[in-house]
C-alpha cells in the first residue's frame, strides 16, 4: 500500500515536472522539484497567501535587460511597479501579458512594468514579446529571483507599491484580475 503511494507521488511529481517544462503551467501549478531521495506533491489553494508573506522588504533585483543592459529595480524608486514572472509558452501567461500591455501604456510614466522570464535564454521573452505585440519593459534570467519571490507557477504577478513592498500578489492570470489591478493601482497613485 505504502509503494503504490510512493509510486503515484513519483507518477504526480513528474507528470507535473513534464507539463512545467513544456511551458503547459496551470494558474496555480508551481514546477515540482524531484529526486532521488524526495518527491515535493503541489497542493493547489484556491488563496494566495498574504501579499507580505511572499517578498522580503527591500527585494531589490537586477537583471539581464531584453533590450540590452540591466533593468535595476532600485531605479524605480518611489513608484509602484508591476512585476510578472513568465515562461514564453506559458498560456496563461499569453493572456495576461495583454492586460499588463493596457496597464503600461495607460499608466506610464506613474507606473512600471516589468517581464521577468524565468527562463535563461534571451530569445525567450524576446519571442514572447513579438508574438504578443508587448513592449513593456523584460528581463530574462529570473529563476532565482522567482524563487525569492516565492511564486508558485506562472505567471504569477506581483503589485509593489512606492516603496516597493508587495500590495497585491496574484498567481495565475484571469480576465477577472483586470478591473482589479487598476482599481488597486489607481488607489495607490492616489495615496500621498
Known amino acids: 500500500m505504502r509503494r503504490k503511494f510512493i509510486l503515484r507521488l513519483a507518477l504526480i511529481g513528474t507528470l507535473a515536472g513534464c507539463l512545467a517544462c513544456k511551458g503547459k503551467e496551470t494558474s496555480a501549478a508551481a514546477p515540482a522539484e524531484v529526486s532521488t531521495n524526495t518527491i515535493t506533491a503541489v497542493v493547489k489553494t484556491e488563496k494566495a497567501p498574504p501579499a ?15 533590450a540590452g543592459g540591466e533593468i535595476d529595480l532600485a ?11 513568465f515562461t ?5 501567461c499569453r493572456k495576461a501579458a495583454p492586460y499588463l500591455e493596457k496597464i503600461y501604456q495607460a499608466y506610464k510614466p506613474k ?18 514579446a513579438a508574438d504578443l505585440g508587448t513592449t513593456f519593459p523584460m528581463v530574462y534570467g529570473g529563476r532565482d ?17 512606492k516603496e516597493h513592498e508587495p500590495k497585491k500578489v496574484w498567481p495565475g492570470f484571469t480576465d477577472s484580475f483586470y478591473p482589479e ?3 488597486i493601482i489607481d488607489s495607490l497613485l492616489a495615496a500621498k
Open 181 to 183: 489591478m487598476t482599481a
Open 111 to 128: 507606473i512600471t512594468v516589468i517581464g521577468v522570464c524565468i527562463q535563461d535564454d534571451p530569445q525567450a521573452p524576446k519571442n514572447f
Open 145 to 161: 529571483l522567482y524563487r525569492q519571490y516565492k511564486a508558485q507557477g506562472v505567471p504569477f504577478i506581483y503589485l509593489l507599491d
Open 52 to 66: 507580505g508573506s511572499y517578498v522580503k522588504r527591500h527585494s531589490y533585483f537586477k537583471l539581464p535587460s531584453v
Open 75 to 85: 531605479d524605480h524608486a518611489g513608484k509602484p511597479v508591476m512585476v510578472m514572472f
Open 88 to 92: 514564453e509558452t506559458c498560456p496563461y
